[in-house]
Every structure is written in C-alpha cells, then in structure tokens.
C-alpha cells in the first residue's frame, strides 16, 4: 500500500500558495484493508475513506470509462493494480495531475509543473470532453489563478467549445451549475469565470440572460464602453473590488439583465430596463438553485439601482420608498450590500472606476435621520398597529424632508 498526496494541494504547494485541504490516493490497497485499519467509508460511487485521525480524504487509485451522456454516466475501477500514472490520466487539468510520494518525489506524467511554469491550465487527455463539469471547472480556475497570469490552453478551450456544440454542457444539472458558479464569484476575478464561459460559447446555454447582454449598446455619454456586456464584467470586476460577499457580486452581475430585452427602436437607451431586470433575475433563480439571500439582493439592484444613482435629485416620498423597499430599517447589512453594488454600477464604466460615489453616503444619513425620529408618544398611545406604522412613515417623510433641506451635495 502506497500513499500519495495528490491534487489541488500538489499544484498549490508548487505555486507557493497556501494548502487549504489536502487529498490522498491509495494504491496497492482493497476497501477491506482501509477499513480494518480504521479507515470509515464515505464514498457513494468509488471507495474513498476519511483518516481515522486527521479526517482527511483518503481515495483508492481508480480508473473510469464513459457510459452514457451527462456527467453521472461514468463506471468506475478500482483494484490494488491500478497505478498512480492511471489514476492521474483521468483528472482534468494537468495542474491537477500531479502526486508527491512518501519521499517528497513528484510524480507529474503529464507536464503539470511545466503547465505551471508557463502558467497555463490545459486539459490532460481527450478524456476531458467525456465529462461536462469540467467546463465549469476550468472557468473556475481561470478565475482563481487570473492574478497570477494565468490562462486557458487554445487546444483546451476549443475542447471545451466542441463540448458545447455536441451538447455536452446540455446535460448540466441546475445544483452543480450553480454551486460552481457560487465557488466562481468567490474566487479574485470572478469576471474571467464568465468571460471563460462565452469565449467557449457555454454562458449562452448556461446563463443566457447574461450572454444576451454583448452586442447590446447604451448611451456613450453615461457608458463610453457602449457594450451592456462589457459593462457588466466591469460592473462585477467593481463590486469584487469593493466585497467578498457572494451575494453583492452577483446581484453586480445581473443587476442590468433586463437591458438585453430593449425593444430595438429605443436603442440605445433603456427604459423600463429596472423592472424587467428584476423579473429576469427571479427568472434565473428559479432555474438555478440562487440562495434567497442572492435572489434579493439581485432584483433590489435590478429595480432600484437608477433611485441611487438620481439620489440628489429624488423628492423625500422617493427616498422614503427606496429605504423601505430595501428594509434599511430592519436590515441595515443588506441596505449596505445595495449600496455597494450600486457603486460599483457607477465606476464600471470606462474611465470611471476611481470616482467618488457620494450617493451612497447620502442614502446612508438619510436612512439614519428616517431612523431617529422620536416615536417615544406612539409607544403609550392607543393607536392600533396600523395607524401606528402610518404615524411613523409620516414622521420619517418629515425627517427625510428636513435632511434634504440641510443636505449640501457635493460639487
């Protein structure tokens, strides 16, 4: 019984980066001898045993073959005579299909630590094209190791764009799109994970509102980009920028999708595009599995990113209305969310991206001086729940009225 380590923890250890799980392959060895060493066994489709111990992931050595369409359709072997040289052929990208032996030697049958050093992620056999996830596998990688200058192989990208066309990528369960895609929007430059996808033509069958958006044009004086595509990754490279948070950058994502649907004759403006970004995002999340957390958030961007950006100019009652819709009384945490994504609506623009955004403050001491009005008397009042909640939206109007009086712009 041989163990090596293998994978993603390999490759990061190569790069310098920091090894955040750690994955093994056993060859030499039966399930039976695992587990009498106390091993416990948690694999559904082929034997893999979490360390009685460290609790990592300890995989027998395998081979697969291609059964039937789609990613499930997939027969396993597994015996003591399979090679640490057969188990690696079957992984995607030759970054991860390398192994480190006992003694520290590494075993790289397919020039991963050359990929490496010419940074570059390529698939390691034809075998790739047999399992669509690893289209979403790939983007996702370009987008993790885009800082480092990284990039797709052109004979791996047209593998993954020949996938599409033999609709491959149709067999793509809603659960295992979105959870990489929500891995995707985690990583540094989540834009490249979509920007991966068109270049091989998968984000028009995956994510079609989206890929709708390239080629539609908007006005150059507000967009000198022009492409509502383009903007869109910008907009998303902003709000990565600005947060960590999944849910920010992905309503960033679709907070225009309703642009793509503008009827030709209005070209390039967009009206009416708030409302129909906000059915098109509910529209996404019935199709994927967007938490509701996501979901929200997208259609609050979609509806009433355009009230933030005309914040100086909106009258008390407007104000009062975007406050409630977003429930800045109640969730401050997600009002900020909308907030920061409507500043990065504003810098993803060419040319724009360092200016100020002082919308966002005003919105933010408006909420506050809506927050503190004196509601002490409606406390030991009769009034019933109702008329109580009428008084307060009467007195936040009142607050929000004075507040824009006093409120000097910026010049």
Known sequence: MEVYLVGGAVRDELLGLPVKERDWCVVGATPAELEDRGYRPVGKDFPVFLHPE????????????KTAAGYHGFA????????????????????????????????????????????????????FAEDPVRILRVAKFAARFSRLGFDVAPGTLQLMSDMVQDGEVDALVADRVWKETESALG???????????????????????????????????????????VHTMMVLEQATRLSEDVD?????????????TTSKKELPRHPGHESRSRKLV???????????????????????????????????????????????????????????????????????????????????????????????????????????????????LDALREFKESYDPPK
């Open 76 to 127: 396993f072997h597994t015996t003591p005579d399979v090679s640490i040289e057969q188990d690696l052929e079957r992984r995607d990208l030759t970054v991860n299909a390398m192994a480190k032996a006992g003694n520290g030697e590494l075993i790289d049958p397919y020039g991963g630590l050359n990929d490496i050093r010419k940074k570059r992620l390529r698939h390691v056999s034809g075998a």
């Open 282 to 396: 509910r529209k996404m999340a019935k199709r994927l599995p967007v938490p509701n957390g996501c979901r929200d958030l997208g259609c609050l961007a979609a509806e009433f990113h355009t009230h933030c950006h005309r914040a100086f100019a909106l009258r008390a009652s407007t104000i009062l209305k975007v406050l409630e819709a977003t429930d800045a009384f109640r969730r401050p945490d997600r009002f900020e969310k909308f907030l920061l994504v409507c500043e990065a609506d504003a810098r993803g623009r060419t040319g724009l991206e360092n200016r100020s955004y002082p919308q966002a403050d005003f919105f933010r001491r408006a909420c506050t001086a809506a927050t503190t009005v004196n509601i002490d008397d409606l406390k030991a009042s009769n009034l019933d729940g109702a008329s109580i909640g009428r008084e307060i939206g009467i007195r936040r």
């Open 54 to 65: 460290t609790g990592e992931e300890y995989a027998l050595a395998r081979t697969e073959r």
């Open 187 to 229: 990583e540094d430059h989540p834009r490249v994970f979509f920007e991966t996808l068109r270049a091989c033509g998968a984000l028009k069958v995956l994510f079609p509102e989206i890929d709708a958006l390239f080629g539609v044009p908007q006005p150059e004086k507000w967009h000198p980009e022009i492409d509502c595509g």
């Open 248 to 260: 920010v950058r992905f309503a960033a994502l679709v907070h225009d999708l309703g642009k793509a």
